[in-house]
């Protein structure tokens, strides 16, 4: 009997039990037992003592659980007989919760609590199925609280929601447009036909288009033979494939027999450039080109399929035509960059038969130009960056441009008189990045000074090049690392600075056009349509 209860009560949950001497087994230990229960409730076991065997009963001590015999507390060493009954109560447990952490940054995982600055836009959801809304302070992220459960099934988050991108609507253009009278123009014009232009300018009364878009397969803006004085300002300038093998993109601007011309903050790509010829000898400020940008000017033909053919046309970013004695032309902080493959212009900036007054040069200032290459690359090319004199000419000044990679030659002068070259940086590595050398046949220097039209006029001591930084990288087999940075001598070459010995480093080029952009956000130059 006696053994056969302390075993019972070893069983049980959390008990004090002493055992008390007996005839079968004399003094037992005192023995701690575990009681265990639901959290927070209390937890009773009771027993009665099994009748049947003799013996002297036993003794139970008082402890922290509340002990009774028979109903009784007992307060003291008791002995238990046969039949009475045993009961054990441990009271519930004083519950205290740990403090909740304050809420966290997002993101938080699903359940978390969460704290913003200010006003946010917070979403819930995960993948591709969100629920968002603006939260100021304190967030849950629940579903709940964010209305409903964006994705069933799936863990889900919270975080601040990306800005909402906006696609503009595509532009809607218009038919061609016919000016015919003075006055400001604004709009968006468009033509499918090469042999129309999307703008034709038919009056010598000032006429200003600006804020405007246009594009066409031909001439974009074309003003012929009229005496027109033409200002397009913050416009954007696309030239579309005519899809015709006997053609390239137009021009963006021709002009003819103009008055006056004005380019600016106009961002040009897929053209043949600006076109002016012939100047009329009226107006005081006959040509500004000015904060445009130009991207991939095209002289290709078409292939009639979409793309190009490796024929093609020579055109310019800029080719003055006959200009003469133009005083106050102001061609400066244009950026004109082409890629190989995928343009083909010949000389960036041409002034062709044209000049300016020995007191007001035609100054080409502070361009950045970035690329001029050969079809394919290593063709042999006779364009570059900024041809001076071409087919003669007077008062022509190329300062403070920096020119890069132009394939054939950076800047040069090909004839006429009182031609300067100064303050500018002229790099190039002579090569792409895949190794392909550019103009490879017939490769020229980065800046040269030459008479191609032998004019006894000529005086060799008014053509100067001085002040510029040179480095004119020209590849061949055997000779990587071969330069060649000036060349011809129908001019004076002062002091230049060139860069030291060796293969020209790609950084130097990357290093130039940073200089440039951070020259012109100096000089508040805002470039292209806004």
Not at 65 to 94: E, F, H, K, R, S
Not at 153 to 174: D, L, N, Q, R, S
Not at 320 to 325: M, W
């Amino acid at each position: 009997m006696h053994h056969r209860l302390c075993a019972l009560l070893l069983a049980l949950p959390i008990l004090l039990l002493a055992c008390g001497p007996s005839p079968q087994t004399g003094t037992s230990t005192t023995r701690s037992l575990a009681l265990s229960g639901p959290l927070g409730q209390d937890t009773t076991l009771s027993l009665t003592v099994p009748t049947g065997d003799q013996g002297s009963g036993f003794t139970l001590t008082p402890a922290s659980p509340v002990l009774t015999v028979n109903g009784a507390p007992i307060t003291g060493p008791v002995t238990v007989q046969p039949g009475d009954t045993v009961t054990v109560t441990v009271a519930a447990p004083t519950l205290t919760p740990l403090p909740a952490p304050p809420p966290g940054p997002l993101p938080v995982a699903e359940g978390e609590k969460f704290s913003v600055d200010g006003t946010v836009s917070v979403r819930y959801g995960a993948g591709t199925r969100w629920r968002t809304r603006d939260v100021s302070g304190t967030g849950y992220c629940s579903s709940a609280w964010f209305g409903g459960d964006p994705a069933v099934g799936v863990a889900k988050h919270c975080e601040v929601a990306p800005p909402e991108v906006i696609v503009p609507p595509a532009p809607v253009y218009a038919a061609p447009l016919v000016i015919t009278a003075g006055g400001r123009y604004t709009g968006n014009w468009e033509s499918t036909d090469p042999l129309v232009p999307s703008v034709l300018v038919k009056t010598a009364e000032p006429v200003v288009i600006e804020n405007c878009r246009v594009r066409g397969a031909g001439i974009l803006i074309k003003a012929p033979w009229v005496g027109v004085q033409l200002t397009v300002r913050g416009c954007i300038a696309q030239g579309l494939n005519p899809n015709d093998p006997a053609r390239t993109p137009g021009r963006f601007l021709s002009a003819e027999g103009f008055q006056s011309v004005v380019v600016e903050r106009t961002t040009i790509e897929g053209t043949g450039g600006i076109y002016l010829n012939a100047w009329n000898g009226k107006g005081t400020q006959p040509v500004v080109v000015r904060a445009n940008v130009a991207r991939n000017l095209e002289g290709r033909y078409s292939d009639g399929q979409g793309g190009y053919s490796e024929r093609f046309y020579r055109i310019q970013f800029l080719q003055l035509n006959s200009v003469k004695a133009a005083p106050n032309v102001d061609i400066g902080w244009n950026r004109i960059e082409n890629s190989p493959y995928l343009s083909h212009i010949e000389d960036t900036i041409n002034l062709y038969k044209s000049s300016g007054t020995a007191t007001s040069p035609i100054l080409v200032h502070d361009n950045l130009i970035h690329g001029a290459y050969g079809t394919p690359p290593s063709a042999s090319y006779s364009g570059g960056g900024i041809l001076l004199g071409d087919g003669g000419g007077a008062h022509q000044r190329a300062v403070g441009n920096t020119v890069l990679e132009t394939s054939n030659y950076g800047i040069a002068v090909a004839g006429g008189n009182h031609m300067q070259i100064t303050g500018n940086t002229v790099l190039g590595t002579g090569q792409l990045s895949d190794g392909t050398v550019l103009d490879a046949p017939d490769p020229d220097s980065g800046i040269y000074l030459r008479d191609y039209q032998q004019d006894p006029a000529h005086i060799v001591a008014s053509v100067i090049a001085t002040g510029n930084t040179v480095g004119w990288g020209r590849p061949k087999v055997g000779r990587p690392d071969a330069r060649w940075d000036t060349g011809g001598a129908a001019g004076t070459y002062g002091p230049n600075t060139r860069l030291p010995a060796g293969a020209v480093p790609v950084t130097a080029l990357q290093d130039a056009a940073a200089a440039w952009a951070s020259r012109a956000v100096g000089a508040g130059v805002l470039l292209g349509a806004p």
